[in-house]
């Protein structure tokens, strides 16, 4: 399906678990970045998976940001801006992802790190993160998208402290603006992450899609349009097998059991 020197793939009951492998700091050169959005796009069309999680294999570390090496090499800038292109074009993959991708985070997550995480549509943490987009002490500004989705995410003014000063979140902090969903041990990081990613996996591919689509379109429209988009999703998934499954077991009082049809 997928073959990746800095990725690597596990399938079980529908979640798809991505691990990423780069020594030592998961730095996010041109060729990661590809790895990365080969491996959710291939996970995207593959049959068996419902939902991926984004994890680190990588010791006390998520991502540290992009590949400052590979980034000093470069003097031309068309080729600078095709790197920050590249980044944003494999973070708006992640976030279009017709696939939940949930990110369970440990270690340092900064940078293009937490850029990666803010495109993932549920953010898991262990106690032991720390949060930062620190490209303002390089005399630089976020690139992949930092900018826009932390502002979305915390709100303007929160985002505009924190990307000029570069300053680090810790996990409770992160939790308490919005940044992420929950904060678990750093021993039931994995377990909680497949916990979730386990119970959405159980409901009906139809509608999670639908779910997600309502979602992500509608987040910078007017509510009015907004409401618009809700109608058309709710009306793709109207005949479905599972909708009328879900009701009818509703009605008898009993789990569904959904085909994803």
């Known amino acids: 399906m997928f073959d990746s020197q800095n990725i690597s793939i596990g399938i079980e009951e529908g979640v798809a678990f991505l691990k990423l492998n780069r020594a030592p700091v998961n730095a996010l050169s041109r060729d990661f970045l590809d790895e990365i959005e080969k491996a959710i796009l291939a996970l ?15 010791q006390n570390v998520f991502i540290a940001g992009v590949d400052l090496k590979e ?3 470069l003097t031309d800038p068309k080729d600078i801006l095709g790197v920050i292109e590249k980044g944003q074009r494999v973070f708006n993959t992640i976030e279009n992802s017709q696939k939940p991708v949930i990110a369970a985070i440990h270690g340092v997550c900064v940078g293009g790190g937490q850029e990666l995480v803010m495109a993932c549509h549920i953010r898991i943490a262990s106690d032991r993160t720390g949060f930062a987009q620190p490209e303002i002490t390089l005399g630089i500004i976020p690139g992949f998208g930092g900018s826009q989705r932390l502002a979305r995410i915390v709100g303007a003014s929160k985002a505009a402290e924190l990307i000029l000063t570069g300053d680090v979140v810790k996990p409770q ?14 021993g039931a990081l994995l377990k909680t992450a497949k916990e979730m990613a386990r119970k959405i996996a159980s409901r009906g591919l139809p509608a999670i899609q639908a779910s997600l689509r309502a979602i992500t ?11 618009k988009i809700e109608a058309e999703e709710f009306k793709s998934i109207l005949g479905t097998h599972d909708m009328k499954e879900g009701i009818r077991a509703f009605i008898e009082k009993r789990q569904p059991r959904f085909t994803d049809s």
């Open 44 to 58: 995207g069309a593959e049959p068996k998976v419902k939902v991926i999680v984004i994890a680190s294999s990588i």
């Open 71 to 73: 980034m000093s090499q």
């Open 173 to 186: 902090e992160a939790l308490r603006i919005g940044l992420i969903n929950c904060v678990v041990s750093d």
């Open 217 to 227: 379109r509608g987040l910078d429209v007017p509510l009015e349009q907004g409401l």
